[in-house]
């Protein structure tokens, strides 16, 4: 090969999948000779057409004169790269120059290119080589692309997009970046992106680079070349890439006048690479290294400096388990930082997360000094090696982790929880047996404690264990005696005799009040446990026996849709335990619950710690009724036992009754205010609240069915009437009066009144009935209560006069609602006449509020705090005109930005005290006050939007402050849409996290914001924002970041019923397009092939799900029921009412009785016996079809009969009539005889 001409290098592979290259012959060297001509015009070739690409390029990008002087000096410098080359000089500067010139044609040439090139390097005939191993097809999907987020690279041929990744049409905002080895659609704006000429202006792309820890890179300043140019402007790149080593001193000549780097033996020291300085060649100063230091650590994001603090003081502190427990939930964040926005890390990541926290929770462990402590991290540690090891290792270690610490209760929370989601090993007895022994050893605990802080510890333990216990018996079908067991509980409790000192001592009298059969708490005519012991001769006579209800079987012929319609039936009648005088109990002896069967379910509070817990129990009372509590036992965060919502369930009633709305329309509707199950701070106005604002209680009709699962709302009722009225927990009566009002609302005044003659002084019962008034429309007496309760003297006074504005600014009328605010401070003003107001009154006033609310927080009197800052939040929004700021002109609007200017002033007192309940009321205030003002005239959005935003910040979780920001986003299409964005970051907080408590245990996201997420995208289904802002996918999505929460969610039966009626109702409405597409022929044939593939898909999906649920809750007794058909005694919160059951058709019969199956193995509560009812459905079959064939055979005889008379009836009709002809014929012959003779 000759001196002059570049030898090209062949294309580099792995020397493990392929042979080395032989060494080159002499005949190789002759044919190599022979082709460099040629390969030399290619090269030309592909030079002139890739120089005519890049004028084409830049003349797209309007730099046409700067581009052709810069490729015209690359010309220049390519010719001066080949005469060095063939005086082999090969200076440092020029030899990288050259591999950057070739690293650019190999990345600049077509595939196809540099696979002949590859081919002519190897010395074989370009005429005879292929393109074979290049590109091939694959038939079958690579399961790896999933795994790794892209194709393998070493099987992808090198390319690049024409244009730079722009959108042909797109004004240069669209555009396809790469992040990593994905493709991404990409938004740029002004100034962003290629558009500016420098990728260091690309904002999205340097801070994605710094989150990936990529770390910037000095570039040494170049210096001129051989005719002064510099390296920047020799080629159009700078080489990032590390600087090759300097070749062999012998074939080196000496160093050009350009090339400054000093030889190893100069004078001005040892030689140093562009490593070791890449910033100079002068030595740093200690404060230059410092200001280096401090730049690469403001790059670091909080969370790794957070890091870098916590593993020093761990490693100085091994003691600190706090430190520790911060550290480790550190790891989530640093380790979302590397994965891309919105991307869920799955599988192998899950694996790997969870190994690095084990091994922290390991090292940190022995270090652990204080017991709750410790007890966290092993808490923490199974919860992570829940996701690491196999399941018998893990049973074997929480078995030892529970007898190592015997006392933990919230390691015992933490195995129950474990054991209810074993679908494996899961069994009703054994279960309730483990909450029992945990029943019975806390009452015994509690029994001889001394300490008060230890007895209201054990006291919270026993309620929340008995609680667990009482759900659990009820999700599992047996709810009579989850029933029973509260109606003896509450007995104990409430309703004990005065002499009774603990539960040994009275256990043989309580057995014979049980045994009696009297009528218990709960039921009409109940006189109460104390009543019967101290007054026996005056106790009623048992109630009478209940009659069967007569039923007929069930008009079907699937014995699937019969079986199941009849337990459904008798799962409603046994929801309250029987008598035994009542008919039917003989064909199922768990109706009648006996002493023994709940002598060891019940728990005894301490008589002197009763008073103090009383409400705690109260509360879990409505926990197990499905209800929402008053915030004295918190059940939000516990999927197990966390009551249901109702606007979740309403959405998915009304899910296929959707109707395209205009825009006008859309803005109309008014925000979902049936929040029952929802995050908020229970006030009176929610209460009591009429259909124009949110509602904490809803409709009987919403809150229960006749389903399995939900106890009877008269018991409810009577129980809580039975508590307030009997035993005087007048802390329940406002509960007890809104429930009774949502019951019956016409119904609620004999309530109330009975109870304001029970506790007459109590002013917000007052208000409470005024309320009701209001919202019934009798607006005269609720101002007359208003009147009688504002003339009596009470601390809560001012709550009486805010309610009476409210009712003004409801009706419009701002001037009287000013008046009527004013009156509470000059009780001498006539409101009537309505005079105008004098600017020394509005002082007056300001000033009484201010100094009232200041007084009453700083005596620790947080209710009339909280009544005296809505007084002056009213006051600074209706004196818009006096004051002279943010004034409107329209008369049914005030001065909002004055009144919230004022709440939040408030609300920062509050919160650096503490007051978070009342900090949260207060916004609540603030939301209603700021609802008001847009529904009553022109607004802002962006005012509307910003303090929502303010108070979202505060309590993310709030699902009221959700459900306005969605109520004010509804009008507008945005691709990043902000309540998405909102829901999605408070999903992924933890900063609420508390670890050291059963009810906290779980998760600091509360269920109902997980409830809300799914309720936002399900708004499309209902009809309340446009067609298209909420797709199946999306809704799909919400529903499966909710049950993939093993935290939360996935233990949440409610939840996952949601998702079957969901994939149900969307699969019903894929097969109505496969029936109703109206086009032409060609397309409707497709359309229907695609609905069809669609509907098989969610179907299949639906089949998943559902075994999903079960063995996520294998004890929910209503999940099992979800694939067995609806009939009509469905009730409507059953999967499939309304067209079906989806499941019925994903599951086959030997499917269906598998799930039977598994009911009757896991010991769950079933009523009738499928195989006996099997058994009956098939003689009932064989007797209708034995009839049917007696019957065919007598239809049959009697068909032949009636032929056969039919028969001799015209064989006789012809004899006679063939005997009358022969006579006619006889008688004619006759007589012509006699004529003849």
Same mark, same amino acid.
């Given at each position: 090969?000759?001196?002059?001409?570049?030898?090209?290098?062949?294309?580099?592979?792995?020397?493990?999948?392929?042979?080395?290259?032989?060494?080159?012959?002499?005949?190789?060297?002759?044919?190599?000779?022979?082709?460099?001509?040629?390969?030399?015009?290619?090269?030309?070739?592909?030079?002139?057409?890739?120089?005519?690409?890049?004028?084409?390029?830049?003349?797209?990008?309007?730099?046409?004169?700067?581009?052709?002087?810069?490729?015209?000096?690359?010309?220049?410098?390519?010719?001066?790269?080949?005469?060095?080359?063939?005086?082999?000089?090969?200076?440092?500067?020029?030899?990288?120059?050259?591999?950057?010139?070739?690293?650019?044609?190999?990345?600049?040439?077509?595939?196809?290119?540099?696979?002949?090139?590859?081919?002519?390097?190897?010395?074989?005939?370009?005429?005879?080589?292929?393109?074979?191993?290049?590109?091939?097809?694959?038939?079958?999907?690579?399961?790896?692309?999933?795994?790794?987020?892209?194709?393998?690279?070493?099987?992808?041929?090198?390319?690049?997009?024409?244009?730079?990744?722009?959108?042909?049409?797109?004004?240069?905002?669209?555009?396809?970046?790469?992040?990593?080895?994905?493709?991404?659609?990409?938004?740029?704006?002004?100034?962003?992106?290629?558009?500016?000429?420098?990728?260091?202006?690309?904002?999205?792309?340097?801070?994605?680079?710094?989150?990936?820890?990529?770390?910037?890179?000095?570039?040494?300043?170049?210096?001129?070349?051989?005719?002064?140019?510099?390296?920047?402007?020799?080629?159009?790149?700078?080489?990032?890439?590390?600087?090759?080593?300097?070749?062999?001193?012998?074939?080196?000549?000496?160093?050009?006048?350009?090339?400054?780097?000093?030889?190893?033996?100069?004078?001005?020291?040892?030689?140093?690479?562009?490593?070791?300085?890449?910033?100079?060649?002068?030595?740093?100063?200690?404060?230059?290294?410092?200001?280096?230091?401090?730049?690469?650590?403001?790059?670091?994001?909080?969370?790794?400096?957070?890091?870098?603090?916590?593993?020093?003081?761990?490693?100085?502190?091994?003691?600190?388990?706090?430190?520790?427990?911060?550290?480790?939930?550190?790891?989530?964040?640093?380790?979302?930082?590397?994965?891309?926005?919105?991307?869920?890390?799955?599988?192998?990541?899950?694996?790997?997360?969870?190994?690095?926290?084990?091994?922290?929770?390991?090292?940190?462990?022995?270090?652990?000094?204080?017991?709750?402590?410790?007890?966290?991290?092993?808490?923490?540690?199974?919860?992570?090696?829940?996701?690491?090891?196999?399941?018998?290792?893990?049973?074997?270690?929480?078995?030892?982790?529970?007898?190592?610490?015997?006392?933990?209760?919230?390691?015992?929370?933490?195995?129950?929880?474990?054991?209810?989601?074993?679908?494996?090993?899961?069994?009703?007895?054994?279960?309730?047996?483990?909450?029992?022994?945990?029943?019975?050893?806390?009452?015994?605990?509690?029994?001889?404690?001394?300490?008060?802080?230890?007895?209201?510890?054990?006291?919270?333990?026993?309620?929340?264990?008995?609680?667990?216990?009482?759900?659990?018996?009820?999700?599992?079908?047996?709810?009579?005696?989850?029933?029973?067991?509260?109606?003896?509980?509450?007995?104990?409790?409430?309703?004990?005799?005065?002499?009774?000192?603990?539960?040994?001592?009275?256990?043989?009298?309580?057995?014979?009040?049980?045994?009696?059969?009297?009528?218990?708490?709960?039921?009409?005519?109940?006189?109460?446990?104390?009543?019967?012991?101290?007054?026996?001769?005056?106790?009623?006579?048992?109630?009478?026996?209940?009659?069967?209800?007569?039923?007929?079987?069930?008009?079907?012929?699937?014995?699937?849709?019969?079986?199941?319609?009849?337990?459904?039936?008798?799962?409603?009648?046994?929801?309250?335990?029987?008598?035994?005088?009542?008919?039917?109990?003989?064909?199922?002896?768990?109706?009648?619950?006996?002493?023994?069967?709940?002598?060891?379910?019940?728990?005894?509070?301490?008589?002197?710690?009763?008073?103090?817990?009383?409400?705690?129990?109260?509360?879990?009372?409505?926990?197990?009724?499905?209800?929402?509590?008053?915030?004295?036992?918190?059940?939000?965060?516990?999927?197990?036992?966390?009551?249901?919502?109702?606007?979740?369930?309403?959405?998915?009633?009304?899910?296929?009754?959707?109707?395209?709305?205009?825009?006008?329309?859309?803005?109309?509707?008014?925000?979902?205010?049936?929040?029952?199950?929802?995050?908020?701070?229970?006030?009176?106005?929610?209460?009591?609240?009429?259909?124009?604002?949110?509602?904490?209680?809803?409709?009987?009709?919403?809150?229960?069915?006749?389903?399995?699962?939900?106890?009877?709302?008269?018991?409810?009722?009577?129980?809580?009437?039975?508590?307030?009225?009997?035993?005087?927990?007048?802390?329940?009566?406002?509960?007890?009066?809104?429930?009774?009002?949502?019951?019956?609302?016409?119904?609620?005044?004999?309530?109330?009144?009975?109870?304001?003659?029970?506790?007459?002084?109590?002013?917000?019962?007052?208000?409470?009935?005024?309320?009701?008034?209001?919202?019934?429309?009798?607006?005269?007496?609720?101002?007359?209560?208003?009147?009688?309760?504002?003339?009596?003297?009470?601390?809560?006074?001012?709550?009486?006069?805010?309610?009476?504005?409210?009712?003004?600014?409801?009706?419009?009328?701002?001037?009287?609602?000013?008046?009527?605010?004013?009156?509470?401070?000059?009780?001498?003003?006539?409101?009537?006449?309505?005079?105008?107001?004098?600017?020394?009154?509005?002082?007056?006033?300001?000033?009484?509020?201010?100094?009232?609310?200041?007084?009453?927080?700083?005596?620790?009197?947080?209710?009339?705090?909280?009544?005296?800052?809505?007084?002056?939040?009213?006051?600074?929004?209706?004196?818009?005109?006096?004051?002279?700021?943010?004034?409107?002109?329209?008369?049914?609007?005030?001065?909002?930005?004055?009144?919230?200017?004022?709440?939040?002033?408030?609300?920062?007192?509050?919160?650096?005290?503490?007051?978070?309940?009342?900090?949260?009321?207060?916004?609540?205030?603030?939301?209603?006050?700021? !609802?008001?003002?847009?529904?009553?005239?022109?607004?802002?959005?962006?005012?509307?939007?910003?303090?929502?935003?303010?108070?979202?910040?505060?309590?993310?979780?709030?699902?009221?402050?959700?459900?306005?920001?969605?109520?004010?986003?509804?009008?507008?299409?945005?691709?990043?849409?902000?309540?998405?964005?909102?829901?999605?970051?408070?999903?992924?907080?933890?900063?609420?996290?508390?670890?050291?408590?059963?009810?906290?245990?779980?998760?600091?996201?509360?269920?109902?914001? !997980?409830?809300?997420?799914?309720? !936002?995208?399900?708004?499309?289904?209902?009809?309340?924002?446009?067609?298209?802002?909420?797709?199946?996918?999306?809704?799909?999505?919400?529903?499966?970041?909710?049950?993939?929460?093993?935290?939360?969610?996935?233990?949440?039966?409610?939840?996952?019923?949601?998702?079957?009626?969901?994939?149900?109702?969307?699969?019903?409405?894929?097969?109505?397009?496969?029936?109703?597409?109206?086009?032409?022929?060609?397309?409707?044939?497709?359309?229907?092939?695609?609905?069809?593939?669609?509907?098989?898909?969610?179907?299949?999906?639906?089949?998943?799900?559902?075994?999903?649920?079960?063995?996520?809750?294998?004890?929910?007794?209503?999940?099992?029921?979800?694939?067995?058909?609806?009939?009509?005694?469905?009730?409507?919160?059953?999967?499939?009412?309304?067209?079906?059951?989806?499941?019925?058709?994903?599951?086959?019969?030997?499917?269906?009785?598998?799930?039977?199956?598994?009911?009757?193995?896991?010991?769950?509560?079933?009523?009738?016996?499928?195989?006996?009812?099997?058994?009956?459905?098939?003689?009932?079959?064989?007797?209708?079809?034995?009839?049917?064939?007696?019957?065919?055979?007598?239809?049959?005889?009697?068909?032949?009969?009636?032929?056969?008379?039919?028969?001799?009836?015209?064989?006789?009709?012809?004899?006679?009539?063939?005997?009358?002809?022969?006579?006619?014929?006889?008688?004619?012959?006759?007589?012509?005889?006699?004529?003849?003779?």
């Amino acid at each position: 090969m000759s001196s002059n001409e570049v030898k090209r290098r062949a294309v580099p592979k792995f020397t493990s999948f392929a042979p080395a290259t032989p060494a080159p012959t002499a005949d190789s060297e002759k044919r190599s000779s022979t082709l460099r001509g040629s390969s030399r015009d290619r090269e030309k070739k592909e030079d002139r057409e890739r120089r005519h690409r890049r004028r084409d390029y830049d003349r797209n990008r309007h730099k046409d004169d700067s581009d052709s002087e810069r490729e015209r000096e690359r010309e220049r410098e390519r010719g001066r790269d080949r005469d060095r080359h063939q005086a082999r000089q090969h200076d440092r500067h020029h030899s990288r120059h050259h591999d950057r010139d070739r690293h650019h044609r190999r990345r600049s040439a077509s595939p196809a290119s540099q696979f002949k090139e590859a081919h002519h390097s190897l010395h074989k005939p370009s005429s005879t080589s292929q393109n074979t191993d290049l590109f091939y097809f694959d038939k079958r999907e690579d399961a790896l692309i999933f795994r790794y987020g892209g194709n393998e690279r070493s099987k992808i041929p090198s390319y690049r997009r024409f244009g730079a990744g722009k959108f042909i049409g797109s004004p240069g905002y669209l555009s396809v970046s790469f992040q990593g080895s994905k493709e991404v659609f990409t938004i740029r704006g002004p100034g962003e992106g290629r558009g500016n000429g420098s990728v260091f202006g690309d904002k999205t792309l340097m801070a994605w680079a710094r989150a990936k820890g990529a770390k910037a890179k000095h570039i040494k300043p170049g210096v001129g070349g051989e005719n002064g140019e510099s390296a920047a402007e020799d080629g159009d790149f700078i080489s990032l890439e590390p600087p090759r080593k300097r070749q062999r001193a012998d074939r080196s000549p000496a160093p050009e006048d350009g090339d400054k780097t000093p030889d190893y033996r100069s004078i001005y020291g040892k030689a140093k690479s562009e490593d070791e300085d890449s910033d100079g060649d002068e030595t740093l100063s200690d404060s230059e290294s410092e200001n280096k230091v401090g730049s690469h650590l403001s790059d670091m994001s909080t969370a790794k400096k957070r890091s870098l603090e916590l593993h020093r003081q761990v490693k100085n502190s091994p003691q600190d388990t706090k430190a520790w427990l911060e550290l480790i939930g550190l790891q989530d964040t640093l380790f979302m930082e590397h994965q891309l926005e919105g991307q869920v890390i799955i599988g192998d990541q899950v694996k790997a997360l969870a190994e690095l926290k084990l091994s922290l929770y390991e090292e940190a462990l022995p270090h652990a000094l204080d017991i709750s402590l410790k007890e966290t991290l092993l808490n923490g540690m199974m919860r992570e090696g829940e996701k690491v090891w196999d399941p018998k290792q893990l049973a074997k270690r929480w078995e030892e982790t529970t007898k190592s610490n015997p006392d933990s209760f919230l390691l015992w929370v933490s195995r129950l929880n474990y054991e209810l989601s074993q679908v494996a090993t899961f069994t009703y007895d054994e279960l309730k047996t483990f909450m029992v022994t945990k029943l019975q050893f806390l009452n015994r605990t509690l029994a001889t404690a001394s300490s008060e802080k230890i007895v209201v510890m054990l006291c919270s333990q026993l309620i929340y264990v008995f609680v667990r216990l009482t759900c659990y018996l009820r999700d599992s079908g047996y709810i009579e005696l989850a029933v029973a067991a509260w109606q003896a509980t509450l007995e104990l409790n409430f309703c004990r005799p005065r002499n009774a000192l603990n539960f040994q001592s009275v256990i043989e009298d309580f057995s014979d009040f049980w045994e009696s059969e009297v009528p218990r708490i709960g039921e009409g005519n109940a006189k109460g446990w104390r009543h019967f012991v101290e007054d026996v001769g005056a106790m009623t006579d048992p109630p009478e026996a209940i009659p069967r209800e007569p039923s007929g079987p069930p008009q079907t012929r699937d014995p699937f849709e019969a079986w199941a319609s009849l337990e459904r039936r008798e799962a409603a009648k046994a929801r309250m335990p029987a008598r035994t005088l009542d008919e039917g109990t003989d064909d199922d002896p768990f109706r009648i619950v006996m002493f023994s069967d709940i002598k060891d379910l019940v728990l005894w509070i301490p008589s002197q710690m009763l008073p103090q817990v009383q409400l705690q129990l109260v509360d879990a009372l409505l926990t197990f009724c499905r209800l929402p509590n008053t915030a004295k036992f918190s059940a939000l965060k516990d999927p197990f036992i966390a009551p249901r919502g109702q606007a979740f369930q309403a959405l998915l009633d009304q899910l296929g009754r959707h109707d395209v709305l205009n825009s006008a329309e859309i803005e109309r509707k008014p925000p979902l205010f049936g929040q029952q199950g929802g995050n908020m701070a229970l006030s009176q106005e929610l209460l009591f609240s009429g259909q124009d604002w949110f509602q904490y209680l809803g409709q009987w009709s919403s809150l229960s069915t006749d389903a399995d699962g939900d106890v009877r709302p008269p018991w409810v009722l009577e129980t809580l009437h039975y508590l307030v009225l009997t035993c005087g927990i007048e802390q329940l009566a406002e509960y007890y009066l809104a429930l009774a009002w949502r019951s019956e609302p016409l119904g609620a005044k004999k309530v109330a009144k009975g109870l304001l003659k029970r506790y007459s002084s109590n002013t917000r019962l007052y208000n409470a009935y005024a309320m009701i008034e209001f919202a019934n429309g009798n607006i005269g007496i609720a101002e007359k209560v208003l009147l009688s309760a504002t003339s009596q003297s009470s601390p809560d006074s001012q709550l009486l006069w805010n309610t009476w504005v409210w009712m003004h600014l409801n009706a419009g009328n701002m001037q009287l609602a000013l008046l009527r605010l004013l009156s509470s401070v000059e009780i001498t003003l006539d409101v009537e006449k309505g005079l105008p107001v004098s600017p020394a009154l509005l002082l007056k006033a300001r000033a009484h509020f201010s100094t009232k609310r200041d007084y009453s927080l700083s005596s620790h009197q947080t209710e009339p705090a909280l009544q005296y800052a809505e007084s002056l939040a009213l006051l600074d929004y209706l004196s818009r005109t006096e004051n002279g700021s943010g004034s409107t002109k329209y008369s049914n609007q005030g001065n909002i930005t004055s009144a919230l200017a004022n709440i939040q002033s408030f609300t920062t007192e509050l919160s650096s005290l503490g007051h978070q309940t009342l900090h949260e009321r207060l916004l609540q205030i603030g939301a209603r006050l700021l !609802y008001h003002h847009a529904n009553h005239g022109p607004y802002k959005p962006s005012t509307l939007r910003q303090y929502l935003h303010e108070f979202l910040r505060l309590f993310p979780h709030n699902t009221l402050f959700l459900s306005l920001l969605a109520w004010a986003e509804q009008s507008t299409l945005r691709i990043n849409d902000p309540v998405r964005s909102i829901v999605r970051e408070s999903l992924s907080s933890t900063r609420d996290k508390d670890t050291s408590s059963p009810e906290g245990s779980h998760t600091a996201v509360p269920i109902p914001t !997980y409830r809300f997420a799914i309720e !936002y995208e399900l708004l499309s289904g209902a009809g309340l924002r446009p067609v298209g802002a909420a797709t199946i996918h999306s809704t799909k999505a919400a529903f499966e970041a909710a049950v993939s929460d093993p935290s939360a969610c996935r233990y949440n039966g409610d939840i996952w019923i949601g998702y079957i009626r969901f994939l149900t109702q969307v699969y019903f409405h894929e097969l109505s397009l496969s029936s109703g597409s109206s086009a032409t022929a060609g397309t409707r044939e497709r359309g229907i092939k695609k609905a069809d593939a669609q509907a098989a898909s969610t179907l299949k999906a639906l089949k998943d799900v559902f075994y999903r649920a079960v063995a996520a809750c294998p004890w929910s007794k209503k999940l099992y029921m979800a694939a067995f058909p609806a009939g009509s005694t469905a009730e409507p919160g059953e999967p499939g009412v309304g067209g079906g059951n989806a499941l019925v058709k994903a599951l086959s019969s030997g499917e269906l009785r598998a799930v039977f199956g598994t009911m009757v193995a896991k010991g769950l509560r079933v009523h009738v016996d499928f195989e006996g009812l099997e058994r009956k459905w098939r003689e009932r079959e064989e007797d209708e079809k034995r009839v049917g064939r007696e019957k065919e055979k007598v239809e049959k005889e009697e068909k032949e009969e009636s032929e056969r008379r039919a028969r001799l009836e015209r064989e006789r009709r012809w004899d006679l009539e063939d005997s009358l002809h022969n006579n006619r014929h006889m008688g004619s012959d006759r007589g012509e005889r006699g004529r003849g003779q």
